[in-house]
């Protein structure tokens, strides 16, 4: 028998995948499937990215990189911060990864082992709790409520501290509800972490470019009193259509980043070269594209909460960022899950169970609106089929 530690019975998954792979396999059969569940757009990488890509190959850049990232990606990233969020940022604190779940993994691992708290958005994304389980740190989840818009409450945040607290973990735009928190209560949590310097804030904001409604993304970087604790998660999976790249980038003060450091030496040696010069003419290229993307998603955002809002049983609150609809389906009488799972089975659509992203995701299921409007319609019209036709498993 091998002996291996314990914290492989605590560590989780991320049912996205799995629900992906069941929707693939019955593809596969020949069953006409509506993929709702995976949270990755549907476009094509922006041509000129791909061939910055082809072009950095052919140009040779095939070796190891630094550790943290190429120099000229880690500046372009600082000029992108202070370009959209006027934030100062130096390039010394700034780390490519690869991807933004990297960033989870090395922030939780720095701050997380037994005896420490760490708290969490629930519903949430899955691997935050995860993450927190595997260290052997005690998981404290932060309610994030329908009433509240699915913004988390700087007062039920503030008051889950104690002297045990090490990292909170915030993130808006949400998965898996879209909400995003109002510029007023991320002031009140940063004005009430005073109290607690000793307590880390990990913001992840990967979907910074996803609000709608005319709001505007607020970057916890433009708090000054808490950049000395405050890492930031980011990258360009969403933003940019390139989730199969695994790019992505953070910043970390003091310490940290020396830390994260030595976890990436220790763990990837760098982030694929090729990949990081798409990166590059990710942020120096137009931003048409991702313009074009966001309208897209904006208005496919309007399709899926009409269509869900007439669905028996089903209400749905709008989404103010991100591309996901959280809607309440309680009356329906379905448990999340088995509905999830009898609606892929019987109608051929794919969405997440609420509670694959917490406790309080029970009652709610989760709808990627990264896919084309024909098809949303499509997925309506079989849930809506589905739910006045079967009575709750
Ligand atoms: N953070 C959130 C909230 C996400 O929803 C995701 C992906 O779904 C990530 C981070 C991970 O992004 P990446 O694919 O770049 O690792």
Redesign the pocket.
């Known amino acids: 028998m091998l002996k291996t530690i314990a914290a492989f019975d605590r560590i989780g998954e991320e049912n996205a995948f799995a629900v992906l792979a069941r929707a693939n396999a019955l593809a596969a059969q020949g069953r006409d499937i509506i993929n709702l569940g995976i949270?990755q757009p549907d476009f094509r990488t922006p041509d000129f990215i791909v061939e910055a890509a082809v072009k950095a190959l052919r140009e040779g850049h095939h070796g190891y990189t630094p550790a943290t990232g190429i120099p000229p990606l880690r500046e372009a990233v600082a000029e992108d911060l202070h370009k959209r969020f006027n934030v100062e940022v130096s390039p010394d604190s700034v780390m490519i990864m690869p991807?933004?779940?990297p960033t989870m993994f090395v922030s939780i691992l720095m701050f997380g082992e037994p005896g420490a708290e760490i708290m969490y958005p629930d519903p949430g994304?899955p691997i935050y709790r995860s993450m927190i389980e595997f260290t052997g740190a005690t998981p404290v989840p932060v309610p994030i409520r329908e009433e509240n818009g699915f913004a988390f409450s700087a007062e039920e945040t503030l008051s889950l501290i104690t002297p045990k607290t090490r990292l909170i973990i915030l993130?808006s735009p949400a998965?898996p509800t879209g909400g995003v928190t109002p510029k007023s209560e991320v002031d009140k949590l940063v004005a009430g972490l005073a109290k607690w310097p000793d307590v880390a804030i990990m913001s992840?904001e990967?979907?910074d470019h996803m609000v709608y409604d005319g709001e505007t993304h607020v970057c916890l970087l433009s708090y000054p009193e808490i950049r000395d604790r405050l890492i930031l998660?980011n990258?360009w999976?969403k933003t940019y259509a390139m989730?199969g790249w695994r790019l992505?980038y953070a910043v970390f003060p003091g310490k940290l980043y020396d830390y994260a450091r030595k976890l990436a030496v220790n763990f990837h040696s760098c982030v694929n070269a090729s990949a990081q010069y798409a990166g590059l003419a990710a942020l120096k290229g137009p931003q048409d594209e991702v313009w074009k993307m966001v309208a897209e998603f904006d208005k496919r955002r309007k399709v899926v909460v009409e269509g869900l809002n007439k669905l028996p049983g089903v209400s749905c609150a709008t989404p103010k960022g991100a591309f996901y609809a959280f809607p309440n389906i309680k009356a329906t009488g379905w448990k999340a899950k088995a509905l999830a799972t009898a609606l892929l089975d019987d109608a051929g659509v794919a969405i997440i169970g609420g509670p694959d992203f917490g406790i309080l995701g029970e009652g709610y299921v989760r709808l990627s609106y990264a896919n084309s409007t024909e098809n949303i319609l499509k997925a309506l019209d079989r849930m809506g089929e589905f739910l006045s036709k079967r009575k709750a498993a």
């Open positions: 949270g991807g933004g779940k994304f993130n998965n992840d990967i979907y998660l990258g999976s989730t992505g």
